[in-house]
């Protein structure tokens, strides 16, 4: 088995002589008169610990401190400055660039191999203890993505339910997504003053799923009626927002969860509008959550330019049209703007699935 390897660099060779007797019995010892040779030495191989002389031809000991600071070797490799002088300046300097301790010449050999020793297991537990840290992170990442992962199938699936029932839903509630990602984009970088983190935008996403899920308490014979449903049938059909609310409550205990948050706000406010006028609340202005809003846009615009027995296809100019100039309810200014941003993504992302028919 490979031995683990000490520098020594020292300009006076009985010094490393010295110091090589006291090590060699238990490491791998090299040896460097200078600065240059030191740099050629670490260049090659890893060391446990290095013991480094200031004065020295070439290059000196700071040249090696430099060399080592620019290529990050400070932290995980120890540096003893091994001196004669015993100018404060030199130390505070040496300290300055993170060695691990400085020795004195003339040397006491019992004192020297305890102190590199101490400072040899300091560092090899301080590695240690990082390598663990690192993999129980790697393990906690892991299991993150597997418990997102898994969450993101359930939200699929329960969504799918809706699929099935609804002449309407198919495909939509994917496109959803699509249209939601891309409006946060825009707002996350054009309007700062909301806040948005890049797990808070995900989470969004991924909440705009379940915008509709109320549509499983809606009775079939409206909920798949082939044609406009009459002023009665669409006050039962508002009721979906409030259903999806209910059996999201019924399945989350948590209700201060970030991502249960999101999911109530975009089933019960999806509809609301900027001027009081949607359903359930008669929410106006502010007083409807981003969450929601950006939704509610998006799932107007899916609905235009998708089919319906109770309507036409309206093409992607059409629909946005109608967005902007208000005939699908009013839509916040700031929604508007990145909505107006947003305008190619959007129909890109429309005629990309019709050219090529998927969803996710």
């Given at each position: 088995?490979?031995?683990?390897?000490?520098?020594?660099?020292?300009?006076?060779e009985v010094n490393r002589a010295i110091l090589e007797v006291m090590f060699r019995n238990d490491y791998e010892i090299l040896q460097a008169s200078?600065?240059?040779?030191?740099?050629?030495?670490?260049?090659?191989?890893?060391?446990?610990?290095?013991?480094?002389?200031?004065?020295?031809?070439?290059?000196?000991?700071?040249g090696v401190l430099e060399y080592m600071k620019e290529?990050?070797?400070?932290?995980?490799?120890?540096?003893?400055?091994?001196?004669?002088?015993?100018?404060?300046?030199?130390?505070?300097?040496?300290?300055a660039y993170g060695i691990a301790d400085v020795i004195h010449k003339p040397f006491y050999p019992d004192i020297v191999k305890r102190r590199v020793t101490n400072i040899i297991e300091l560092y090899q537990n301080k590695h240690n203890m990082e390598v663990r840290l690192k993999e129980q992170e790697e393990e906690l990442l892991a299991q993150q993505k597997k418990l997102h992962e898994n969450n993101e199938f359930m939200i699929d699936a329960l969504s799918s339910v809706v699929e099935f029932r609804s002449l309407e839903t198919g495909e939509h509630i994917r496109r959803i997504k699509?249209?939601?990602r891309v409006l946060l984009k825009y707002l996350a970088k054009y309007f700062p003053k909301y806040g948005l983190t890049e797990e808070q935008m995900d989470s969004i996403a991924r909440a705009s799923a379940l915008h509709d899920i109320g549509k499983i308490g809606i009775p079939d014979a409206i909920l798949l009626k082939p044609g406009r449903l009459t002023?009665?049938?669409?006050?039962?059909?508002?009721?979906?927002?409030?259903?999806?609310?209910?059996?999201?409550?019924?399945?989350?205990?948590?209700?201060?969860?970030?991502?249960?948050?999101?999911?109530?706000?975009?089933?019960?406010?999806?509809?609301?509008?900027w001027d009081?006028?949607?359903?359930?609340?008669?929410?106006?202005?502010?007083?409807i959550p981003i969450s929601a809003q950006i939704v509610a846009i998006a799932d107007v615009y899916d609905a235009l330019v998708s089919e319906r027995v109770y309507k036409e296809v309206y093409s992607n100019s059409v629909a946005y049209r109608m967005i902007m100039d208000g005939e699908c309810g009013k839509f916040s200014p700031d929604i508007l703007e990145c909505f107006e941003l947003a305008k190619e993504d959007?129909?890109?992302?429309?005629?990309?699935i019709k050219m090529f028919g998927f969803t996710d």
């Open positions: 088995m490979d031995r683990q390897k000490i520098l020594i660099v020292d300009d006076e200078n600065g240059q040779e030191a740099i050629e030495q670490i260049e090659k191989n890893e060391f446990i610990v290095i013991m480094l002389d200031i004065v020295m031809p070439l290059l000196d000991g700071f290529k990050k070797m400070l932290d995980h490799t120890p540096v003893i400055m091994i001196t004669s002088e015993t100018i404060r300046d030199s130390e505070d300097r040496a300290y699509y249209f939601t002023p009665s049938e669409f006050e039962v059909m508002k009721k979906h927002t409030t259903i999806g609310c209910e059996i999201l409550e019924s399945f989350q205990r948590d209700k201060s969860d970030e991502f249960y948050r999101y999911c109530y706000e975009i089933c019960r406010y999806h509809h609301e509008r009081g006028k949607g359903y359930p609340d008669h929410l106006e202005g502010d007083q959007f129909f890109n992302i429309v005629e990309v």
